[in-house]
Nanobody
């Protein structure tokens, strides 16, 4: 059983938006609430990279490549993490994953985001 279930990906045109969701259903609520969480992505032929982080105190940080376009948020009651992606670019095409920061070994299947006209 996967620790993280990502959803919300799809095919979108450049300039479009998507909202990704991640359910951390296997995490104990107290563990989730005390964990820093992040969204990672992996493009074909590239290493996985961290693009957005939200701390247990809801402080956020972003990779320079997505700053100003992506917004990470979390919902403690639902043990979920979200990524609002606006002004999408072709270079945002990747499989997106959520995980703790630093990451645990328990990756989900990810959700594919394809930005193309």
């Amino acid at each position: 059983q996967l620790h993280f279930r990502e959803s919300g990906g799809g095919l979108v045109q450049p300039g479009g938006s998507l909202r990704l969701s991640c359910a951390a259903s296997r995490m104990i609520t107290s563990t989730f609430n005390s964990a820093d969480m992040g969204w990672y992505r992996q493009a074909p032929g590239e290493q996985r990279e961290l693009v957005a982080t939200i701390s247990s105190g809801r402080t956020t940080s972003y990779a320079d490549s997505v700053k100003g376009r992506f917004t990470i948020s979390r919902d403690s009651a639902r043990k979920s993490v979200y990524l609002q992606m606006n002004s999408l670019k072709p270079e945002d095409t990747a499989v997106y994953y959520c995980n703790r920061v630093p990451n645990s070994a328990n990756w989900g299947q990810g959700t594919q985001v394809t930005v193309s006209s």
